[in-house]
């Protein structure tokens, strides 16, 4: 698992050990492992260190020293090393003196000969956007930037800019990974072991050995049953291919069963003839959680099978249309205790709060979770999964409170046309095994992102870009590699 810390939850794990041990000790651990991501970063790009020229962009504070101290070990290796000064009365004594006397230059601009620039401009305390200096200094920067613990500019909670910010190629991070390593444009991140003892936060990522340990595996004893029957509520005459595309995906998800209900049975049937399918969702027969939304329609049909649904003491995910009808009746969910998975788009989470995410993405999940009593997963390049009892809270340590995922795709393969409806048919297939709705959602979450870059990458007989068949029939094939 990939937990995310606050600032103050790094700071205050910090203090104990600045307490303890000698001075400077903390920032050398910090340094030298700053410098050996960088050397590497250097021998991937240009072959090694020695002959190459690196430039640090120092500010006041920690941050400039870890970067004077990581440069002062790189020119110790043969690197040419050159320091951009913003604030030259604040910059950090010690690491400036170790500099020069290795042989660093203090320089007014980056040379153009730079083969990287290390963005030591400010850390985890600082806010906003870069001030003009320090925007200058990077506009015509075209070498590579492995920023100092966050990209100076990017918020260290969100993730957002609001102005002028560093572009890194490299992120490296000390202690324990920030919200903004996951939220925010951070280029790879490497994370620094100096020490820090750190709980578990209530803010986290899955990894693949947390899917790998949750996905449903069929025991000796299973049956088509106990693995989980799911039955699906989607399709219309006008979008018959949700039908396809969501039951699809249940099959794909598990070895239970899948029913399905709704008016795209024959299409439904053609592409997958294990389903058992019904004209009502009454005549469905035993299902264990249901996925209503995609492609459904907002008539008086749609309305009444997702009320059907959320009148049941089932879990349910509810998807694409049924969003728009639950915005329009968010009573529908009053008295509901079974686990609910409700999966907006931004423009969908807008209809249902009333206002979009905004900046904080985190905290706008967070918030109408607890105030519709439902897991919400908001979609987008990051994925924030949040159930109600999360709100208010901020990645700190401890406590017993509820996890919020976070989810990177990474790429945006997975932005296209019905692919949400193959999320929701995992999603579904997952609650009707017995997951939990946050893990459920998160699990599903993690296994259609990787469906979607292995879908990207799989040239197969047609090498167009991916879609959503194309993510769903890879669907297996990101399970099997968990």
Known sequence: MRYYYSADAIRAAEAPLLASLPDGVLMSRAAYGLATAIATELKLRTGGVAGRRICAVVGSGDNGGDALWAATFLRRRGAAADAVLLNPDKTHAKGLAAFRRAGGRVVAGIAAATDLVIDGVVGISGRGPLRPNAAAVFEANTAPVVAVDIPSGLDVQTGAADGPHVRAA????????????????????ELIDIGLDLAPSDLAGFEVADVRARWPIPGPHDDKYTQGVTGVLSGSATYPGAAVLSTGAAVAATSGMVRYTGSAGPQV??????????????????????????????????????????????????????????AADPGLLSGRSAPTVLTPHAGE????????????????????ADRLGATVLLKGNVTVIASPGSAGRSGATGGSGTTTYLNPAGQSWAATAGSGDVLSGIIGALLAAGLPAGEAAAAAAFVHARAANLSAADPGPNPAPTSASRILAHVRAAIAAL
């Open 349 to 368: 989470y807008q209809r249902l709060a009333g206002d979009p995410p905004g900046a904080d993405r985190v905290a706008a999940t967070r918030g109408l």
């Open 269 to 326: 049937l053609s592409h997958w003839p294990e389903v058992i399918a019904a004209p009502s969702p009454q005549e469905a027969g035993r299902v264990q959680a249901w996925v209503v939304g995609p492609g459904l329609g907002t008539d008086d049909t749609a309305k009444a099978a997702l009320r059907f649904a959320l009148e049941s003491d089932l879990p349910v995910i509810v998807d694409a249309d049924a969003l728009t009808l639950l």
């Open 170 to 189: 490299l992120t490296v991070t000390f202690g324990g990974l920030k919200p903004v390593h996951a939220l925010g444009e951070c280029g790879r991140v």
